[in-house]
Nanobody, 111 residues
Framework: QVQLVESGGSLVQPGGSLRLSCAVS????????VGWYRQAPGKQRGLVAT???????IYADPVKGRFTISRDNAKNSVYLQMNSLKPEDTAVYYC?????WGQGTQVTVSS
């Protein structure tokens, strides 16, 4: 059974930083496409960043240059380092591994 457990969401001031973590179990992690999505109130869930086993990384345009996704295959984990946070980054952030979803973690950017 695939399980994804996210952590690291919090309230942060504009310009601040957060690091999200997602621990994945139940799949061959090193062969999985893993990434982060987000859903703001009243909006559809959309891609933030994803990392593919062949090394490719894809970022959504609004986060390029501010967010960094990384994975640790030895720990079956994926991370999202978020810098220069803006109020429009406020959302529930979800981890995804080969189509499976975590429960989400709330990120709120506000002064």
């Amino acid at each position: 059974q695939v399980q994804l457990v996210e952590s690291g969401g919090s309230l942060v001031q504009p310009g601040g930083s957060l690091r999200l973590s997602c621990a994945v179990s139940g799949i061959l992690f090193r062969f999985a496409t893993v990434g982060w999505y987000r859903q703001a109130p009243g909006k559809q869930r959309g891609l933030v960043a994803t990392t593919i086993p062949d090394g490719r990384i894809i970022y959504a345009d609004p986060v390029k240059g501010r967010f960094t996704i990384s994975r640790d295959n030895a720990k079956n984990s994926v991370y999202l380092q978020m810098n220069s946070l803006k109020p429009e980054d406020t959302a529930v952030y979800y981890c995804n591994a080969d189509g499976k979803w975590g429960q989400g973690t709330q990120v709120t950017v506000s002064s």
